[in-house]
C-alpha cells in the first residue's frame, strides 16, 4: 500500500503503509480478543486515544456488526485534537473502499461539524459514536464511562508526547470496567512504565510489519453481572423536552411512556408552526458554549436524518446592530474554533447577497442554521411511543414506572417546588410575504427574527414578557413584533404585512438561563429536564441524550463540567455557598 496520509502537525502517517486496514486488525482488534469479548453483552464500550481518519472505527464496526449478537449495541468514544474534514477523511480512505465502502459512506454522512466539544453521532440502532474534538489531557477527565477495551492509536510517542501523558493513563484505569482490555502499536519503554503505574498488566507482542513489538494487556478486577434489566420509563409532558427524551431512550432498546395532560402532543410552548434552531452565542468558549454548539450540531444531523418535520436549512445572519454584539460575535469567530465555512463575519455587501434582500449591517453568518417545525419535531420523536394524553399526573409515587423524567416546563415545580424556574410569555406571528420579503433566502436575526419565506409566509417574533402569564394572542404583539423587524431591515421597512395568525406561550427559563437536566437530588428515581428557554429546540435532545445516557449507563455524552452547569444540584451548591435556603426545600437536602 502506498502514499498512507500523512499528519500535518506531527509529520507521521495515520496508519500503516504496508496496510493500514491489516494493522488495524492485528493490533486493536485481535490483541483485544475481538470479536470474542463482546459474545453475550448488550453493550459494549471501545475507547480510543486518536481517532485520525476513523479506519479503526470502521474496522471495529464493521466486526461489530458481522459478530456481535443482534440485540448488542457498540459505544466507541474516541479523542481527536486535530480533527480531519470528511473531504481528507474519504480521500485518506479511498484504498479501502472495496473492504470498508458502505461504512465509510454511512459514517460521512453522520460525520460532525468539526468544532470543539463532545458530539455523539448515532450512526443507527446498534452503533454509537461519541467523537470528543479536544485536547485529550483536558477532555478525557472529562469523561464519564466504563471502557471495555482500548485503542491507543495516538502518533509515535517520539513525535506527539502529549497523547502518552500520566494524566491519559491514569484516567484510562478510571474510566476502565475490570477485565478491560487494551493494545496498543508501540512498544516504548515509557508507554510501558505508565501503564504499569496506572494499573495494567502489560505484555510484549509481535508488532505489525516492520514493527517487532508491540503492547497489549489488560485492567485487572472482576467483571460483575452481565446485562442488567432494562428500566420502564414514564416522561411526565409532551412537548419537545419530553419527546425528545422519548427518542433518545427508544435508540437504546427501552418503551417509555409519556404522559401528556393536554389532549395532544406539543400543546404548550412547544406548539409553534415554526421554530429557528442556531446556538446561544457568547463572548468566548465556555462549558456554557461549547453544550450549546455541540446540541446545535447534534441537532442538525438528527434533523438531517428525519422526515415530515419541516426542516429548512437555510442558514441564519445575525445582524450586527450594536457595538456589544460586534464585540460578541468577532469574540464568538475568534474563540470558539469553528472552521470559517460554517461561521464567519460577513460585511453589510455579502449579507445581502447572502439573504437575497438589502442587509445594512455587518453579520455573523451561521451556515448550518435552519428552521422545524416544533410541532411536527415532537410528533416524530414520539413515533412508536406509547402516549397517554389527558393525564393529569399528581403523585409521581403512584406511577408503576421504576424512573420518572419530569418534562413538563414549568410544572416541574409542581413536584420541585424549590426549583429557581420562571415562565417567558412568547408571541410570534405568521405574516404573509411581500414581492420584496419573498426574495428572503435565509433566517434573519436582530434581537428578534424572521424567517425565510416559506409557502408565502414569514415567522416573525418573539416579545419577551415575563410580566405576563396568559396565553391569548394580542394584536399589539403582532404589531411589535413587525415594527422591531422593521427597523432592524430597512429594505422591508415600507412594506405592508399582513398578519395571517399568531401564537403565544409560556417559556420556562431558570435563574441563570441555563437548561437543568440530570437526576433530582435525593431521588435516584426521578429525573428532569427543564427551562430550555428560547433554545430549546437544540438544547432539549442534548439533554435528552444526556439523561438516557445516565438511566442505562451509556458512555455520557456530555462532560462533567456540562453535567455540573446542567444539574439542578447547582442551584443548592450557590444557594448554601451564600448562606441561604431555597424555598420549599427539603430538610435532608439543605
Not at 459514517?107 to 485536547?135: K, M, N, Q, S
Request: proline share 5%; aromatic share 10%.
Amino acid at each position: 500500500m502506498k502514499g498512507a496520509p500523512v499528519s500535518e502537525q506531527f509529520d507521521d502517517v495515520y496508519f500503516s503503509a504496508d496496510n493500514g486496514l491489516a494493522e488495524t486488525h492485528h493490533v486493536f482488534l485481535e490483541n483485544n480478543d475481538l470479536p470474542a469479548a463482546w459474545q453475550g453483552r448488550e453493550r459494549f464500550v471501545i475507547g480510543e486515544t486518536g481517532f485520525g481518519t476513523g479506519l479503526n472505527f470502521l474496522a471495529a464496526w464493521k466486526m461489530f456488526v458481522e459478530t456481535a449478537p443482534a440485540d448488542a449495541q457498540l459505544h466507541f468514544v474516541s479523542f481527536e485534537q486535530y480533527p480531519l474534514r470528511a473531504e481528507r477523511i474519504r480521500e485518506a480512505l479511498q484504498v479501502f473502499e472495496g473492504e470498508l465502502g458502505p461504512y465509510i459512506s454511512k459514517f460521512l454522512a453522520h460525520y460532525p461539524l468539526t468544532i470543539p466539544g463532545f458530539h455523539r453521532i448515532v450512526i443507527d440502532e446498534r452503533i454509537f459514536l461519541t467523537l470528543i474534538f479536544d485536547d485529550i489531557n483536558t477532555a478525557m477527565p472529562e469523561l464519564q464511562a466504563q471502557v471495555d477495551c482500548w485503542f491507543l492509536d495516538g502518533f509515535t510517542p517520539a513525535k506527539n508526547p502529549e497523547m502518552w501523558t500520566g494524566t491519559v493513563f491514569s484516567n484510562m484505569a478510571r474510566l476502565s470496567a475490570p477485565e478491560a482490555s487494551f493494545a496498543t502499536f508501540t512498544a516504548a519503554g515509557d508507554v510501558k512504565r505508565g501503564l504499569r503505574e496506572a494499573g495494567f498488566e502489560v505484555q510484549k507482542k509481535d508488532g505489525f510489519g516492520r514493527k517487532r513489538d508491540m503492547l497489549a494487556g489488560h485492567y485487572p478486577g472482576e467483571r460483575g453481572p452481565g446485562n442488567i434489566p432494562k428500566p420502564h420509563v414514564a416522561i411526565i409532558g409532551g412537548g419537545l423536552a419530553g419527546t425528545s427524551c422519548a427518542f433518545a431512550l427508544k435508540r437504546y432498546g427501552l418503551s417509555p411512556v409519556i404522559y401528556e395532560s393536554g389532549q395532544g402532543l406539543a400543546g404548550g410552548a412547544s406548539g409553534n408552526k415554526y421554530g429557528l434552531y442556531n446556538p446561544r452565542f457568547s463572548a468566548f468558549r465556555s462549558v456554557e458554549s461549547d453544550f450549546y454548539a455541540t446540541a446545535f450540531a447534534q441537532s442538525m444531523r438528527t434533523f438531517d436524518t428525519m422526515e415530515d418535520i419541516g426542516q429548512d436549512a437555510v442558514g441564519a445572519l445575525h445582524l450586527i446592530t450594536s457595538e456589544d454584539k460586534d464585540k460578541r460575535f468577532h469574540n464568538v469567530c475568534e474563540h470558539w474554533g469553528w472552521p470559517e465555512e460554517g461561521l464567519s463575519i460577513v460585511d453589510a455587501d455579502m449579507a445581502s447577497d447572502i439573504a437575497g434582500i438589502g442587509i445594512k449591517q455587518d453579520a455573523l453568518y451561521l451556515k448550518h442554521a435552519g428552521a422545524v417545525s416544533p410541532a411536527k419535531l415532537c410528533v416524530s420523536y414520539a413515533g412508536d411511543i406509547e402516549v397517554k394524553t389527558g393525564q393529569r399526573v399528581e403523585d409521581l409515587n403512584a406511577l408503576p414506572e421504576d424512573i420518572v423524567i419530569l418534562a413538563c416546563g414549568f410544572g416541574a415545580k409542581n413536584f420541585v417546588p424549590w426549583l429557581p424556574i420562571h415562565s417567558v410569555r412568547g408571541q410570534v406571528s405568521e405574516i404573509e410575504a411581500t414581492d420584496v420579503s419573498a426574495a428572503l433566502r435565509c433566517n434573519l436575526h436582530f434581537g428578534g427574527y424572521l424567517s425565510a419565506a416559506r409557502d408565502g409566509a414569514h415567522m416573525v417574533g418573539a416579545t419577551f414578557q415575563k410580566w405576563l402569564e396568559h396565553t391569548d394572542t394580542l394584536s399589539d404583539d403582532d404589531a411589535d413584533n413587525i415594527a422591531r423587524m422593521q427597523d432592524a431591515i430597512p429594505a422591508l421597512a415600507q412594506q405592508q404585512f399582513k398578519v395571517l395568525s399568531s401564537r403565544a406561550g409560556l417559556r420556562t427559563s431558570s435563574q441563570d438561563r441555563f437548561p437543568i437536566a440530570g437526576a433530582l437530588p435525593g431521588d435516584k428515581r426521578v429525573f428532569m429536564t427543564t427551562a430550555h428557554g428560547s433554545h430549546g429546540i437544540v438544547s432539549s435532545l442534548a439533554c435528552a441524550q444526556l439523561i438516557a445516557d445516565q438511566i442505562t449507563g451509556a458512555p455520557e455524552s456530555q462532560p462533567v463540567a456540562s453535567q455540573g452547569s446542567l444539574s439542578p444540584v447547582r442551584f443548592i451548591e450557590r444557594a448554601a455557598k451564600k448562606g441561604r435556603k431555597l424555598e420549599g426545600l427539603p430538610p435532608d437536602l439543605k
